[in-house]
Protein backbone atom coordinates (compact mmCIF):
# COMPACT_ATOMS: atom_id res chain seq x y z
CA UNK A 1 0.00 0.00 0.00
CA UNK A 2 1.27 3.60 -1.23
CA UNK A 3 1.94 5.70 1.98
CA UNK A 4 3.09 9.51 2.00
CA UNK A 5 3.49 11.17 5.19
CA UNK A 6 4.22 15.00 4.85
CA UNK A 7 5.57 16.87 7.96
CA UNK A 8 7.58 20.31 8.65
CA UNK A 9 4.52 22.31 8.37
CA UNK A 10 4.29 25.11 11.23
CA UNK A 11 3.78 28.27 11.95
CA UNK A 12 6.25 31.15 10.11
CA UNK A 13 6.64 34.90 9.72
CA UNK A 14 6.62 36.26 6.48
CA UNK A 15 10.14 36.25 4.48
CA UNK A 16 11.29 32.91 6.81
CA UNK A 17 11.97 29.74 5.57
CA UNK A 18 10.53 26.32 6.02
CA UNK A 19 11.33 22.67 4.95
CA UNK A 20 9.04 19.97 4.19
CA UNK A 21 9.48 16.55 4.12
CA UNK A 22 7.25 13.79 2.75
CA UNK A 23 8.13 10.51 3.41
CA UNK A 24 7.45 7.62 1.29
CA UNK A 25 6.70 3.86 1.45
CA UNK A 26 4.74 0.87 -0.57
CA UNK A 27 6.75 1.40 -3.88
CA UNK A 28 9.52 1.74 -5.68
CA UNK A 29 10.40 6.00 -5.31
CA UNK A 30 12.77 6.31 -7.39
CA UNK A 31 10.64 5.08 -10.33
CA UNK A 32 8.09 7.94 -9.93
CA UNK A 33 7.90 11.60 -10.39
CA UNK A 34 6.30 13.61 -7.01
CA UNK A 35 4.66 16.39 -6.36
CA UNK A 36 3.43 19.06 -4.00
CA UNK A 37 -0.18 20.59 -4.15
CA UNK A 38 -1.48 23.07 -1.73
CA UNK A 39 -4.78 23.95 -0.78
CA UNK A 40 -5.11 27.16 0.89
CA UNK A 41 -7.90 27.24 3.91
CA UNK A 42 -11.39 27.12 1.81
CA UNK A 43 -9.74 27.16 -1.64
CA UNK A 44 -9.07 25.26 -4.73
CA UNK A 45 -6.03 22.80 -5.40
CA UNK A 46 -2.80 24.44 -6.83
CA UNK A 47 -0.38 21.96 -8.13
CA UNK A 48 3.35 23.88 -6.95
CA UNK A 49 6.22 21.71 -7.76
CA UNK A 50 7.27 18.53 -9.84
CA UNK A 51 10.39 16.71 -9.71
CA UNK A 52 11.18 13.25 -12.09
CA UNK A 53 11.96 10.01 -10.76
CA UNK A 54 15.58 10.30 -10.82
CA UNK A 55 15.99 13.84 -9.64
CA UNK A 56 16.90 15.56 -13.04
CA UNK A 57 13.87 17.79 -13.84
CA UNK A 58 12.81 19.87 -11.61
CA UNK A 59 9.31 21.75 -12.29
CA UNK A 60 7.29 25.19 -10.56
CA UNK A 61 4.16 27.02 -10.35
CA UNK A 62 4.97 30.90 -11.57
CA UNK A 63 4.15 31.54 -7.87
CA UNK A 64 7.00 30.12 -6.19
CA UNK A 65 9.63 30.23 -8.67
CA UNK A 66 12.63 31.21 -7.42
CA UNK A 67 11.27 31.41 -3.81
CA UNK A 68 10.63 26.88 -3.61
CA UNK A 69 13.18 23.92 -4.33
CA UNK A 70 11.41 20.88 -4.87
CA UNK A 71 14.28 17.87 -4.24
CA UNK A 72 14.43 13.91 -3.61
CA UNK A 73 16.70 11.87 -1.48
CA UNK A 74 15.59 8.13 -3.76
CA UNK A 75 18.42 6.64 -0.62
CA UNK A 76 15.46 7.65 1.61
CA UNK A 77 12.20 7.17 -0.04
CA UNK A 78 11.89 10.66 0.71
CA UNK A 79 10.77 14.00 -1.12
CA UNK A 80 11.32 17.55 -0.02
CA UNK A 81 10.58 21.45 -0.23
CA UNK A 82 12.54 24.09 0.92
CA UNK A 83 10.22 27.15 1.10
CA UNK A 84 12.38 30.35 1.37
CA UNK A 85 10.82 34.26 1.76
CA UNK A 86 7.65 32.95 2.42
CA UNK A 87 4.80 34.57 2.38
CA UNK A 88 1.24 35.34 3.56
CA UNK A 89 -0.44 33.68 0.45
CA UNK A 90 1.96 30.65 0.82
CA UNK A 91 -0.76 29.72 3.76
CA UNK A 92 -2.26 26.36 3.10
CA UNK A 93 -2.12 22.69 3.71
CA UNK A 94 0.62 21.05 1.39
CA UNK A 95 0.18 17.60 -0.07
CA UNK A 96 2.81 15.07 -0.93
CA UNK A 97 1.47 13.35 -4.15
CA UNK A 98 3.09 10.61 -6.06
CA UNK A 99 2.82 10.60 -9.98
CA UNK A 100 1.27 7.90 -12.09
CA UNK A 101 5.10 7.35 -13.61
CA UNK A 102 8.62 8.58 -14.15
CA UNK A 103 8.28 11.33 -16.40
CA UNK A 104 5.84 13.63 -17.60
CA UNK A 105 2.39 13.19 -18.84
CA UNK A 106 1.48 11.53 -14.90
CA UNK A 107 -1.62 12.02 -13.51
CA UNK A 108 -1.50 11.90 -9.37
CA UNK A 109 -2.69 8.35 -8.07
CA UNK A 110 -1.74 8.73 -4.48
CA UNK A 111 -1.76 11.54 -2.14
CA UNK A 112 -0.44 11.95 1.48
CA UNK A 113 -3.03 13.86 4.59
CA UNK A 114 -1.10 17.20 4.30
CA UNK A 115 1.13 19.42 6.41
CA UNK A 116 -0.46 22.84 7.46
CA UNK A 117 1.75 25.91 6.69
CA UNK A 118 1.06 29.29 8.20
CA UNK A 119 2.68 32.45 7.19
CA UNK A 120 1.41 35.59 9.52
CA UNK A 121 3.43 38.14 11.43
CA UNK B 1 -1.04 28.24 -19.53
CA UNK B 2 -4.50 25.85 -20.14
CA UNK B 3 -7.08 27.12 -17.81
CA UNK B 4 -9.55 25.12 -16.74
CA UNK B 5 -13.31 25.90 -16.13
CA UNK B 6 -15.32 24.03 -14.37
CA UNK B 7 -19.82 23.66 -13.56
CA UNK B 8 -21.71 24.28 -12.13
CA UNK B 9 -19.87 25.73 -9.30
CA UNK B 10 -22.10 23.85 -7.02
CA UNK B 11 -24.39 21.02 -7.91
CA UNK B 12 -27.30 20.00 -5.33
CA UNK B 13 -29.35 16.42 -5.89
CA UNK B 14 -30.67 14.03 -3.90
CA UNK B 15 -29.04 10.44 -3.84
CA UNK B 16 -30.23 8.36 -6.54
CA UNK B 17 -29.98 11.01 -8.59
CA UNK B 18 -27.69 11.56 -11.60
CA UNK B 19 -24.71 14.01 -11.66
CA UNK B 20 -23.00 15.35 -14.63
CA UNK B 21 -19.86 17.77 -14.36
CA UNK B 22 -18.38 20.31 -16.86
CA UNK B 23 -14.83 21.06 -17.75
CA UNK B 24 -13.69 23.18 -20.21
CA UNK B 25 -10.73 23.97 -21.32
CA UNK B 26 -8.63 27.04 -22.98
CA UNK B 27 -7.56 25.24 -25.02
CA UNK B 28 -7.29 21.84 -26.68
CA UNK B 29 -5.88 18.72 -24.67
CA UNK B 30 -3.34 16.92 -25.83
CA UNK B 31 -4.41 13.27 -26.15
CA UNK B 32 -6.79 13.62 -23.31
CA UNK B 33 -4.69 13.92 -20.50
CA UNK B 34 -7.57 14.55 -18.15
CA UNK B 35 -8.38 13.96 -14.08
CA UNK B 36 -10.95 14.34 -11.73
CA UNK B 37 -10.30 14.11 -8.44
CA UNK B 38 -12.98 13.79 -5.55
CA UNK B 39 -12.25 15.18 -2.17
CA UNK B 40 -14.07 14.47 0.94
CA UNK B 41 -14.35 16.94 3.67
CA UNK B 42 -10.73 16.76 5.80
CA UNK B 43 -9.64 14.48 3.30
CA UNK B 44 -7.06 14.69 0.34
CA UNK B 45 -7.85 14.53 -3.22
CA UNK B 46 -8.49 11.29 -4.36
CA UNK B 47 -8.17 10.19 -7.85
CA UNK B 48 -11.20 9.08 -10.15
CA UNK B 49 -10.85 9.35 -13.55
CA UNK B 50 -7.56 9.72 -15.67
CA UNK B 51 -7.07 10.17 -19.30
CA UNK B 52 -10.54 11.91 -19.49
CA UNK B 53 -12.27 8.19 -19.18
CA UNK B 54 -10.36 6.09 -17.94
CA UNK B 55 -11.80 4.69 -13.76
CA UNK B 56 -9.18 4.79 -11.24
CA UNK B 57 -8.50 1.81 -9.16
CA UNK B 58 -11.59 1.02 -6.41
CA UNK B 59 -13.45 3.54 -8.28
CA UNK B 60 -17.36 2.31 -8.53
CA UNK B 61 -18.73 1.97 -12.48
CA UNK B 62 -21.11 4.59 -11.53
CA UNK B 63 -18.45 6.90 -12.41
CA UNK B 64 -18.16 7.59 -16.11
CA UNK B 65 -15.74 10.16 -17.95
CA UNK B 66 -16.11 11.72 -21.44
CA UNK B 67 -15.02 14.19 -23.52
CA UNK B 68 -11.90 15.47 -25.90
CA UNK B 69 -10.64 18.48 -26.82
CA UNK B 70 -11.92 21.30 -24.87
CA UNK B 71 -14.80 19.39 -23.10
CA UNK B 72 -14.78 17.01 -20.45
CA UNK B 73 -17.77 15.67 -18.33
CA UNK B 74 -17.61 13.29 -15.16
CA UNK B 75 -21.02 11.45 -15.10
CA UNK B 76 -22.02 9.46 -11.68
CA UNK B 77 -25.05 7.36 -12.41
CA UNK B 78 -27.10 7.04 -9.20
CA UNK B 79 -25.94 9.13 -6.56
CA UNK B 80 -24.59 7.51 -3.14
CA UNK B 81 -24.27 8.85 -0.08
CA UNK B 82 -20.62 9.10 -0.09
CA UNK B 83 -20.28 10.80 -3.28
CA UNK B 84 -20.94 14.16 -1.66
CA UNK B 85 -18.48 16.03 -2.25
CA UNK B 86 -15.78 18.61 -4.11
CA UNK B 87 -14.90 17.44 -7.87
CA UNK B 88 -11.84 18.65 -9.44
CA UNK B 89 -10.51 18.58 -12.98
CA UNK B 90 -6.80 18.65 -14.06
CA UNK B 91 -4.93 18.56 -16.85
CA UNK B 92 -1.67 16.99 -16.89
CA UNK B 93 -0.29 16.80 -20.62
CA UNK B 94 1.32 20.16 -19.68
CA UNK B 95 0.79 22.72 -16.91
CA UNK B 96 -0.87 20.86 -14.52
CA UNK B 97 -3.62 23.16 -13.43
CA UNK B 98 -6.84 22.70 -11.53
CA UNK B 99 -10.26 23.46 -12.08
CA UNK B 100 -11.89 26.22 -9.19
CA UNK B 101 -13.95 22.84 -8.72
CA UNK B 102 -17.64 21.77 -8.51
CA UNK B 103 -19.01 21.05 -4.84
CA UNK B 104 -21.42 18.52 -4.62
CA UNK B 105 -24.37 18.56 -2.04
CA UNK B 106 -27.25 17.20 -1.04
CA UNK B 107 -30.50 18.34 -1.56
Known amino acids: EVQLSESGGGLEQPGESLRLSCAAS????????MSWVRQAPGKGLEWVSA????????YYADSVKGRFTISRDNSKDTLYLQMNSLRAEDTALYYC??????????????WGQGTLVTVSP | EIVLTQSPGTLSLSPGERATLSCRAS???????LAWYQQRPGQPPRLVIYGASNRATGIPDRFSGTGSGTDFTLTISRLEPEDFAVYYC????????FGQGTKLDVK
Open chain 2, 90 to 97: QEYGSSRT
Open chain 2, 27 to 33: QSLTSSY
Open chain 1, 51 to 58: ISGGGYGT
Open chain 1, 97 to 110: VKGSGSARPYFFDS
Open chain 1, 26 to 33: GFGFSSYA
